[in-house]
């Protein structure tokens, strides 16, 4: 039996499908989520804190309506990594995220071009009317990427209570331009 998260939107960009997670994602999610590549993002963890993850990516669509969106390349099933709407309950505000899982995925824009997609639907679906991004002061590509979609450090605004709690964690906000400075 496959479960899938009926009636949750498919999104497509020139060269990538961004749709809900399926079982069949969860391999790739934890050998990334196991690796040194997970460290921006809570990582590296083992099965339990793996498993634990993805069920919070799996269930922010079944609790808001909304999350990540697993990017795959057009014609392809395998999941490249995530992207998309996230707000866990206690997070000041809504966010922008994105994650790329497979290394041979990396440097080719599909993040940049997932991100934007998901901002979109964001803003036209989901009506918000802000958005930022949590990106650790260390990742560089990250920081790259949200100034390359226009978002601007905001260092006024809240972080997430795990970046506010522990002082090895320094997360920077990147607001996102409003949806009226987009079009």
């Known amino acids: 039996m496959t479960v899938t ?6 999104l497509e960009t020139e060269r990538l499908t961004l749709r809900a997670p ?6 790739v999610w934890e050998a990334f989520y196991g690796s040194p590549r997970a460290r ?3 990582g590296p963890g083992g099965v339990r804190a793996a498993w634990r993850g993805f ?5 922010m669509w079944a609790l808001r309506g909304y999350g990540s969106f697993i990017l795959c390349e057009k014609g392809s099933n395998a999941a490249l990594g995530m992207v998309g709407p996230w707000h866990p309950a206690d997070w000041p505000e809504r966010e922008i ?3 790329i899982w497979v290394p041979e995925a990396e440097g080719k824009g599909f993040a940049y071009e997932a991100a934007l997609a998901s901002r979109a639907y964001a803003y036209d679906v ?3 009317d802000t958005a930022v991004s949590y990106i650790n002061s260390e990742n560089a590509r990250s920081i790259a990427l949200a100034e390359r979609m226009g978002a601007r450090r905001d260092p006024g605004a809240a972080v997430p ?3 506010a709690e522990d002082p090895a964690i320094d997360d920077l906000v990147f607001r ?4 009226e400075a987009l079009r």
Do not use: M
């Open 55 to 59: 069920c919070h990516v799996a269930g």
């Open 22 to 27: 399926e079982p069949a994602d969860y391999p």
């Open 5 to 10: 998260l009926t009636g949750a939107p498919v």
């Open 176 to 179: 996102h331009p409003a949806p």
């Open 161 to 163: 209570p795990h970046s």
């Open 40 to 42: 921006y993002i809570g």
């Open 97 to 99: 995220g994105w994650t």
């Open 126 to 128: 989901l009506g918000w």
